[in-house]
């Protein structure tokens, strides 16, 4: 029985639990790696600011409790203990679904704007990532960014052919131009 003027704790039971953990096991293989964070206490504004933020760049966000994240990693086919650390204290798991530089990106761009939220590392090809490597992959260019450069250096070869050909022509105009300059003032 509960003290009087207190009421009965509920207990949630087992369901809601193995939901989290479904989910994010989920999430965690439809991802393209992801980063844990540490949430020192942000305020409703600012969470609501990054989560918009990294929505809008097709990136999860979710509060996950360590117990709960380890055995969703177990179930996402991920050794759990390999993190050591890192699943200390309150986790947020922030999991690119299309790129996995993109949320490096806009995380460690939060979190110069706020000191109460950090990289604790992350998971990328199979390999655990300390603060520093996570701050390292923040720094690498993006998937748009990497496809624009591939682009240009596929156009840059056909673009120097065509400058060769047409600086070709254009010399032998010049030359030609030259030649019929010169028979003209021969000739007056």
Same mark, same amino acid.
């Given at each position: 029985?509960?003290?009087?003027?207190?009421?009965?704790?509920? #207990? #949630?039971?087992?369901?809601?639990?193995?939901?989290?953990?479904?989910?994010?096991?989920?999430?965690?293989?439809?991802?393209?790696?992801?980063?844990?964070?540490?949430?020192?206490?942000?305020? $409703? *504004?600012?969470?609501?600011?990054?989560?918009?933020?990294?929505?809008?760049?097709?990136?999860? $966000?979710?509060?996950?409790?360590?117990?709960?994240?380890?055995?969703? $990693?177990?179930?996402?086919?991920?050794?759990? !203990?390999?993190?050591?650390?890192?699943?200390?204290?309150?986790?947020?798991?922030?999991?690119?679904?299309? !790129?996995?530089?993109?949320?490096?990106?806009?995380? *460690?761009?939060?979190?110069?704007?706020?000191?109460?939220?950090?990289?604790?590392?992350?998971?990328?090809?199979? *390999?655990?990532? !300390?603060?520093?490597?996570?701050?390292?992959?923040?720094?690498?260019?993006? #998937?748009?960014?990497?496809?624009?450069?591939?682009?240009?250096? $596929?156009?840059?070869?056909?673009?120097?052919?065509?400058?060769?050909?047409?600086?070709?022509?254009?010399?032998?105009?010049?030359?030609?131009?030259?030649?019929? #300059?010169?028979?003209?003032?021969?000739?007056?």
């Amino acid at each position: 029985m509960a003290k009087p003027g207190r009421e009965a704790r509920k #207990r #949630r039971g087992r369901a809601p639990k193995e939901a989290v953990i479904a989910f994010t096991a989920t999430l965690i293989q439809k991802g393209h790696g992801f980063l844990l964070c540490n949430n020192k206490g942000l305020t $409703l *504004a600012e969470a609501t600011q990054l989560r918009a933020k990294l929505r809008e760049n097709n990136v999860a $966000l979710k509060v996950v409790k360590n117990t709960l994240l380890k055995r969703a $990693l177990d179930r996402a086919g991920i050794d759990p !203990d390999q993190f050591g650390d890192l699943l200390t204290r309150e986790t947020v798991i922030a999991v690119g679904l299309e !790129d996995p530089v993109v949320p490096a990106k806009l995380i *460690a761009e939060f979190c110069k704007e706020n000191d109460r939220f950090e990289m604790k590392g992350g998971y990328l090809d199979g *390999a655990v990532l !300390d603060a520093a490597k996570a701050q390292e992959l923040s720094r690498l260019p993006g #998937r748009e960014e990497l496809l624009q450069r591939f682009l240009g250096s $596929l156009q840059a070869p056909p673009q120097k052919l065509v400058f060769a050909l047409n600086a070709t022509v254009s010399n032998t105009v010049y030359v030609l131009d030259a030649i019929r #300059r010169k028979k003209e003032e021969e000739a007056a």
